[in-house]
């Protein structure tokens, strides 16, 4: 069965700080896809990145990258130069495409404080 | 369009009220989605309707019935809940092709079970 795990539960930083949330995962499958979203206070989940376990590349997106590894199972997210605006509850995901399972099975989530 | 719709955005209900939760999507997408989510807690996947049936029930009890009126729509219908069914009621879509791609959420609807 597969399994997310962000093991940070709470990270607080100052504004301008660089910050990594750490995202480690397990699958039976060969072919699965990774996502990260983020929930402001407001509820919504905000859709960031999607990886198929393929493509091993980084990504940069503005201020976010993502590190994806897969010898150690893992989707790590950076955020360089955090601001107060970053402040939420991120999550990573995984859904199998193997089992044709089109379902996301969430981490417990890494909440983000970015102090001002 | 790429917005996904929810109402209402609160509701409070006791436990002998029937009602229901609305979730629309113009974008095209043929997979629709419902979860759960408790406060502190990741969301939790109810059901996934695609191409208008229903393809994964996560074992969620009668008292929960969805529907899905057309590519479009998604209800959720309420029955006799109990208030642990207190929640963050999300919907989603996705479309459906042989590569998975990202889900789109909607804002929930917040539930109170009275």
């Known amino acids: 069965a597969q399994k997310v795990t962000q093991a940070q539960t709470e990270i607080s930083v100052v504004e301008k700080e660089d910050v990594t949330l750490d995202c480690v995962y397990e699958?039976?499958?060969?072919?699965?896809?990774l996502f990260w979203y983020k929930q402001p206070p407001s509820g919504e989940l905000v859709f960031l990145i999607r990886?198929?376990?393929?493509?091993?590349q980084n990504e940069i997106s503005g201020r976010y990258s993502w590190n994806f590894q897969k010898s150690t199972s893992s989707f790590n997210f950076t955020i360089t130069a955090s601001q107060v605006v970053d402040s939420a509850v991120y999550f990573c995901a995984l859904s199998e495409a193997d089992t044709g399972r089109r379902a996301l099975t969430f981490g417990s989530g890494t909440r983000l404080q970015v102090q001002p | 369009d790429t917005e996904v719709t929810q109402t209402p955005k609160h509701l409070v209900m006791g436990m002998t009220n029937k009602k229901s939760l609305k979730c629309e999507q113009h974008?095209?997408?043929?997979?629709m989605y419902w979860y759960k989510q408790k406060a502190k807690k990741p969301p939790e996947l109810m059901f996934v309707y695609s191409y208008e049936k229903l393809s994964i029930n996560e074992s969620v009890p009668s008292r929960f019935s969805p529907e899905c009126p057309n590519s479009s729509l998604l209800n959720l219908h309420l029955h006799a809940l109990q208030p642990e069914d207190s929640a963050l009621y999300l919907c989603a879509s996705s479309q459906e092709t042989s590569v998975l791609t990202e889900q789109f959420f909607g804002p929930g609807t917040r539930l109170t079970v009275l």
């Open positions: 699958t039976r499958d060969t072919t699965y896809y």
């Open positions: 974008m095209g997408h043929r997979a």
């Open positions: 990886r198929n376990s393929f493509d091993e």
